[in-house]
């Protein structure tokens, strides 16, 4: 049995309400760390919504079209909606690596990982948060939102990767703070993929997650496989 075997898979059908994912969350950060309770990567969708990160300029919040809650996860204003994939990763980093920004770049390299199994070259921007591709007109744009919450060392939120939102929900927003660039998905970019398409991408590369966090001493930002 791998460590991967010991982490729990939750793929929600259905729009799971924001406020009932919180919930779920809290109480299972808490098992994790106090009952020695399974870990989980849990994939959903939100309906329509937008959240504040502990960094959010409330001057970047263009329109209340849409629900807003304010959460503890690191980072600005960010949409979640349908046709997007959110993976809500819950890890113990005390039995894995305690280093905050080693876990932080696992993530990042998990999603261009999953992102090249549709023949997309996504990768990290200095100076910018997120994961960031070019569009069919060769511009830069965002296609996946990182965002995460450390407590005790028991890990919250994850990714929101762009398969097929509604972009125009992002204009209530200025996306991460970054007004400069749009933001993209895999359907924008002209590459049909459905969510299920996409949990298999994540499913199969989600062993270097584990591979990057067991790293001691080296770069935890080695180009993704």
């Known amino acids: 049995m791998t460590i991967s075997d010991n982490i729990d898979w939750d793929i929600s059908e259905g729009l799971t309400p924001y406020p009932e994912a919180i919930k779920r969350m809290e109480a299972l950060q808490v098992a994790i760390r106090d009952e020695d309770a399974r870990e989980l990567v849990w994939l959903l969708e939100h309906p329509p919504l937008y959240t504040s990160g502990t960094s959010a300029d409330p001057a970047e919040l263009l329109s209340q079209q849409f629900p807003v809650y304010d959460t503890g996860r690191g980072g600005r204003y960010t949409y979640h909606g349908p046709g997007q ?19 932080v770049h696992a993530l990042e390299n998990w999603v261009i990982d999953a992102l090249s199994r549709f023949d997309l070259k996504a990768r990290r921007a200095d100076g910018r948060v997120g994961i960031w591709c070019d569009t069919r007109d060769g511009q830069e744009a965002k296609i996946a939102a990182i965002g995460v919450r450390i407590r005790k ?40 993929a459905s969510l299920a398409d996409v949990d298999i991408a994540l499913r199969e590369t989600f062993p270097r997650v584990l591979k990057c966090l067991a790293k001691t001493g080296g770069d935890c930002r080695v180009a993704a496989e």
């Open 85 to 103: 994939r959110v993976g809500y990763v819950m890890l113990d980093l005390a039995r894995h690596n305690k280093d905050v920004r080693c876990y």
């Open 153 to 192: 060392w028991v890990t919250m939120h994850g990714f929101a990767i762009n398969v097929s939102p509604d972009l125009s929900h992002f204009g209530g927003i200025v996306p991460c703070g970054i007004s400069e660039y749009p933001v993209t998905s895999l359907a924008d970019l002209g590459i049909h």
